[in-house]
């Protein structure tokens, strides 16, 4: 399914996996998030790369980015 047709959807469900991988003697976290509602996946090993994803589906009109939380938030 193309991801504008998806894009009008209100609904989107994400799976994120996180693991730690060994590196020069310390942890470095890694993962791979998936959108349920198309099975499609990816890999990251930065927050930059995870959210990158996650907006493809998830857009909010201009100059409300900065302003919106979540519900529960401060």
Do not use: K, N
């Given at each position: 399914?193309?991801?504008?047709?998806?894009?009008?959807?209100?609904?989107?469900?994400?799976?994120?996996?996180?693991?730690?991988?060994?590196?020069?003697?310390?942890?470095?976290?890694?993962?791979?998030?998936?959108?349920?509602?198309?099975?499609?996946?990816?890999?990251?090993?930065?927050?930059?790369?995870?959210?990158?994803?996650?907006?493809?589906?998830?857009?909010?009109?201009e100059?409300?980015?900065?302003?919106?939380?979540?519900e529960?938030?401060?």
């Amino acid at each position: 399914m193309p991801v504008d047709r998806e894009r009008r959807s209100t609904l989107s469900t994400f799976v994120v996996r996180l693991w730690c991988e060994p590196e020069d003697g310390r942890g470095r976290w890694c993962g791979q998030v998936q959108r349920l509602q198309s099975g499609e996946h990816t890999t990251f090993s930065d927050e930059a790369s995870l959210l990158s994803f996650i907006r493809r589906w998830v857009q909010m009109p201009e100059g409300e980015e900065q302003s919106a939380s979540f519900e529960g938030e401060a």
